[in-house]
């Protein structure tokens, strides 16, 4: 038996139960065997879930780069580590070997350290899906200073609130970005930022769409001649397991966003080791995450889990609808990719289009197919399994979060027969628990409630950067003793698990988590609106879409509606970015609320869906007869 590489059902079963019945011999076997230390560690776990405070291979001494670069020197040097698909599919691809890969982040490391980086200075990293993202996130990781990458379609005051959030020193950007046939302006948006940020001391800018962009003297510099200009080696800092590694962002429910805290250790082997067997990774392998290093699936399984397996990653700077709907199917036909990880949003917008561009291409390539971010409806799960994996691809419907750092629940294919829509199994070492309201553990299959985890993963985010309270809050005292994750899930009648969605204010719009009071905040501020809710509703494509309900003040009464529209959207975008824009607004006379003020939005969003048989109790309501009108000018 084979801890590391899971072959068959029976294996799985064996795995999952040592690594429940002894898991700190289970994962200090797979650390042992499979990666490189400067120093043991001195325990291999010491957890406390009502502080919270975790501690994973506490007193081991490593660097990531080293597990994910120089150690495949020897054996992969001129292997493809990264294969970069440019947006313009004539462009030409670029296979960057880990030797050159490893030769290009130590180069780019020095420029950090040149430039007055050290350990535990935080760089916030704002790049479309460049080659030099991927550089910039190890370089960071090389010299121990902590990334905070923000995906590059967020606006300008998003940027700013992160950039302060964890006081980075230096923002890493280039002149604009390609998107299908747009460009983008990245480099504006950073000086629009940077007028709110007084700790970051320089910028540096990497050149993509060579446009004329303003270059602050001082504190911009370009990339590419420092680059030339650095050494071309760089040693390893000596990190410590517990070190941070990274800080991502993601939406809560309430206030500003999360600075999730990933450390070094835990992270680096929870990756790979995900990684290697949710995609039965093998050394010929050219495995393709389509999804972009701003989230952490791009994070996880584009750089971190497949450079520690020594994999070919493909990082695709385009879109799937540029030049036209068969592109991703192109790229798979032209790099022979074998396994697929995409989010059923794409799935969804593609099968919308003529199955001739899907037919068109050879997809024999494919062995595994993955999906990420959101529930995968039925309808979508079939046409990705009959068009696209032929019906001999296993399909991997990965459940985790920002927060878990890897996947946490997934099929592991060719060994857990897979059921469609359903996550399945836990991986090993993960230990889920279904919950009721009164915080007692569900018993038994056929049951459905809150998805909490009771035992500690490697990967688990150790803290919200600069307000554990928080972290402690949000996600360790609905149920005390336990990780709550803010999903719903049932577990069927032999244990299979399926998600079902949030349970809180977050909604996943084409599988972006967005917070409602962020969006509300956003749209209060335009001098029209008095107040606002927004909930989601489902959305064919998107999985969910967002409604907004606005009431509007005396000034904004005669205004008219569709520009009104307009122009609330615009606040969206400018505070945000374009991904939490309303589909539908509508302007109401008040929102039903409780008697002591709270907004219900259990009503709006049977409303926003247009469930309204079903509304439930209204007569508890401070205004219940807002609730007719409401529903009379439906949109
Ligand atoms: C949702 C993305 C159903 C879930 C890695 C979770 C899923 C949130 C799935 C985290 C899935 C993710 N099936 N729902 N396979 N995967 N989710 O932080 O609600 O961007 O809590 O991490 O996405 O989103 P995040």
Request: hydrophobic share 35%; aromatic share 10%.
């Amino acid at each position: 038996m084979s801890n590391y590489h899971i072959k068959h059902l029976e294996e799985y079963f064996q795995v999952y139960r040592k690594s429940v019945q002894d898991p700190k011999r289970f994962w200090e076997e797979i650390a042992e065997e499979h990666f490189v230390w400067k120093k043991k560690w001195n325990e291999v776990l010491s957890w406390d879930f009502e502080k919270p405070e975790i501690k994973w291979f506490d007193g081991a001494q490593l660097n990531i780069t080293e597990n994910c670069l120089d150690r495949h020197l020897p054996s992969r040097g001129n292997k493809t580590a990264i294969l970069f698909e440019p947006n313009d599919p004539s462009g030409g691809a670029q296979h960057i070997t880990y030797r050159e890969l490893h030769e290009r982040v130590c180069r780019f490391a020095n420029v950090l350290k040149n430039q007055g980086i050290g350990k535990g200075d935080r760089v916030c990293i704002y790049l479309p899906m460049i080659p030099e993202l991927a550089f910039s996130l190890l370089a960071c990781a090389r010299i121990g200073a902590i990334h905070s990458v923000v995906f590059a379609g967020f606006s300008a005051t998003a940027l700013s609130t992160r950039i302060n959030d964890c006081d980075a020193k230096m923002v890493i950007t280039s002149d604009g970005s390609y998107r299908g046939a747009k460009t983008i302006d990245l480099k504006g948006i950073v000086d629009e930022a940077l007028q709110d940020c007084p700790g970051v001391q320089s910028v540096l800018v990497a050149k993509r769409i060579n446009t004329d962009i303003h270059m602050e003297a001082g504190r911009d510099h370009w990339l590419q001649p420092l680059l030339e200009e650095a050494y071309a080696d760089c040693a390893a800092e000596i990190m410590e397991a517990e070190d941070p590694l990274f800080i991502l962002y993601t939406s809560g429910s309430t206030g500003k966003p999360k600075g999730m805290l990933h450390t070094t250790a835990g992270y680096m082997i929870y990756t790979a080791y995900t990684f290697k067997n949710v995609f039965q990774y093998r050394e010929e392998d050219i495995y393709w995450c389509s999804a972009d290093i701003g989230w952490i699936t791009g994070h996880s399984y584009i750089v971190y889990g497949p450079l520690a397996n020594g994999a070919t990653t493909v990082m695709f700077e385009g879109v799937p609808s540029y030049p036209d709907f068969g592109r991703f199917w192109e790229v798979v036909e032209k790099h022979k990719v074998t396994q697929f990880y995409t989010a059923p949003t794409a799935i969804r917008a593609l099968a919308k289009e003529s199955l001739d561009l899907v037919e068109r291409h050879d997809l024999s390539s494919l062995k595994i197919l993955g999906t990420v971010g959101e529930p995968i409806n039925e309808e979508a799960w079939h046409w990705y399994n009959d068009h696209i994996g032929n019906k001999q691809c296993p399909i991997v419907d990965t459940w985790w979060q920002t927060e878990t750092g890897g996947m946490l629940i997934s099929p592991i294919p060719f060994s857990t027969p897979t059921k469609p829509t359903y996550a399945t199994l836990p991986l090993p070492g993960v230990q889920p628990v279904l919950m009721d309201e009164h915080g007692k553990i569900l018993k038994g299959n056929q049951t459905d409630g809150r998805l909490c985890i009771q035992f500690p993963w490697p990967s688990i985010a150790r803290t919200i950067w600069g307000n554990h309270q928080r972290y402690k809050e949000t996600y360790f005292s609905a149920f005390p003793g336990m990780y709550f994750t803010g999903d719903g899930a049932l577990r069927d009648e032999v244990g299979y698990y399926r998600i079902t969605g949030r349970v809180d204010d977050v909604i996943i719009v084409s599988g972006h988590n967005l917070g409602t009071a962020p969006i509300e905040d956003a749209i209060n501020e335009h001098p029209a609106v008095a107040e606002s809710a927004i909930v989601g509703f489902p959305h064919d494509i998107k999985g969910n879409a967002l409604y907004g309900f606005v009431i509007l003040k005396e000034n904004g009464e005669d205004r008219d509606r569709d520009n009104l529209k307009k122009e609330i959207n615009q606040m969206i975008t400018d505070h945000i970015g374009p991904i939490a824009k309303l589909d539908k607004i509508q302007f109401v006379p008040g929102l039903p609320k409780t008697r002591s003020g709270k907004i219900m939005r259990r009503i709006l969003r049977k409303i926003a869906s247009n469930e309204l048989g079903n509304l439930g109790d209204t007569s508890t309501l401070l205004n219940p007869e807002v609730v007719d009108q409401i529903i009379e000018e439906r949109q």
